[in-house]
């Protein structure tokens, strides 16, 4: 979409919406939750697939171009919802319709939203993994919490429904303040971000987008 904007050559924006379609066809599950990873076939009947510096070996009788199975790096398991690629579907799919004005692209990330909404604890910052709510790993993950903010706040800009469009950043700012009150360090870095379990602290992007939440917040008074 930059590339489309720069050289006003309209391919670029429409390989960005089939991809971004194809995102929503293999990663946003029926109910809006989302799953991390897709491996497919790419052509060639490979029966291992590298996963993260793993190779897995999997029964793959796909056709090219099809799914094979689906796969979590960073989450709880493959059934469930790492959060910051929950945060990550309502931000990218609120971007990707910003972008191309492609209907069933806001859909996805209403749908993102909701089932993120959903599944919130107390305080709005959600586990690394919406299936172990600090059961087995006990960490949370700011990052995520950030990233769903501007997500939140992108839909408010571009949802045509104006009391949705005030939900989303009435929900949106709620996150912020959760984030400044309860998980802001004293040298204004956020704590509690997990990149992969176990490892709980002071991640850079959280960081980065809770920035970018804050402005805005201030240029949209």
């Not at 939203?113 to 059961?135: S, T």
């Not at 709980?200 to 939440?213: H, I, R, S």
């Amino acid at each position: 979409w930059w590339a489309t904007a720069e050289t006003k050559d309209l391919q670029w924006r429409d390989m960005g919406r089939d991809h971004a379609l194809k995102s929503t066809e293999w990663l946003l599950r029926d109910d809006g939750s989302v799953m991390q990873s897709v491996h497919y076939n790419p052509g060639d009947g490979r029966q291992k697939f590298t996963s993260s510096n793993a190779v897995l070996t999997y029964e793959n009788h796909a056709p090219a171009g099809a799914r094979v199975f689906t796969h979590s790096h960073q989450g709880f398991s493959a059934e469930g919802t790492w959060s910051r690629g929950q945060g990550w579907a309502v931000y990218g799919f609120a971007e990707a319709y910003r972008a191309t004005g492609e209907p069933r692209l806001l859909q996805a990330s209403e749908k993102a939203a909701a089932w993120a909404l959903d599944h919130l604890p107390e305080d709005d910052v959600p586990w690394y993994d919406f299936l172990d709510q600090g059961v087995h790993f006990r960490n949370r993950d700011t990052s995520a919490a950030a990233i769903l903010a501007g997500g939140l706040l992108r839909l408010s800009e571009v949802e045509k429904d104006q009391a949705r469009a005030s939900g989303y950043r009435q929900r949106g700012e709620q996150i912020v303040q959760s984030l400044v009150d309860r998980y802001l360090a004293p040298n204004g870095a956020l704590r509690h971000g997990c990149t992969t379990r176990p490892f709980d602290g002071m991640v850079l992007y959280g960081d980065y987008y809770l920035l970018e939440d804050l402005l805005c917040l201030e240029s949209h008074q």
